[in-house]
């Protein structure tokens, strides 16, 4: 049977204005819940990441990203129904958790990077003031007159509260022998006697849990 030539091949849809604004209002809501939960995420991930268990944060993304339907009705908000607008809903998602993620690892929020341990100084009785150490090639120098003991310090900070600071000491290959220090608006205090040789002082600080060394060599020479 020959098809009419004044048959339509297509009909288009009626456009209802109302129809259209309430579906777009929902789907801008639907976005801007999904970006607050993503930030939100992103930010605990961050944490989660300085505590050094950074594999819960990722866990916990890939499992919304799965349940992904189901968090949306569970939030009483509407599913886009085209493929189109969920995949972006679903990219919304992944790129501001990946975005506040990398925020909450960064300064000023925290840092990812160990603590800044700087600022070798003694203590000169004679002018009663902390001076700095000089430093070469990653080496500390002083000279001394006599053997004796020195009142030392050295800069110990970070951008969230430290735990705990500690200090080893080792010379010419003996074992380490920890020292007592005084941890105090961001120095770290000790003692320490000296003969002209090659000291190495180990700075633990622990953080979350986690602990970061840095060795500090100081030549002490003969004046």
Known sequence: MAKDKDQEIF??????????????KERAKSTIV???????????????????????????MFLLVI???????????????????????VMVFILTWIIFWTISLNPPISSVGGPQVSTFQVYDAHTSSWTSLTESNGQYHYSITQNGVLSLRVYVSYITPISNVSI????????????????????????????????????????????????????????
């Open 11 to 24: 009909v288009e849809p009626e456009f209802i204005e109302k129809d259209f604004l309430q579906s777009e």
């Open 34 to 60: 999904v970006f607050l939960i993503a930030a939100a995420l992103g930010l605990f991930s961050g944490y989660l990441f300085i505590l050094g268990i950074w594999y819960v944060g990722l866990l916990l």
């Open 67 to 89: 349940s992904f339907k189901r968090v949306i009705q569970a939030l009483h908000l509407r599913m886009p129904q085209r493929g189109s607008q969920v995949f972006i809903l």
């Open 168 to 223: 080893t000491v080792s010379t010419g290959g003996l074992t380490a022998t920890p020292l007592s220090i005084n941890y105090f608006d961001n120095y770290a205090y000790f003692n320490q006697s000296v003969v002209p040789a090659l000291y190495v002082f180990n700075v633990d600080v622990t953080i979350h849990g986690t602990s970061y060394v840095s060795p500090l060599q100081v030549q002490i020479l003969s004046a």
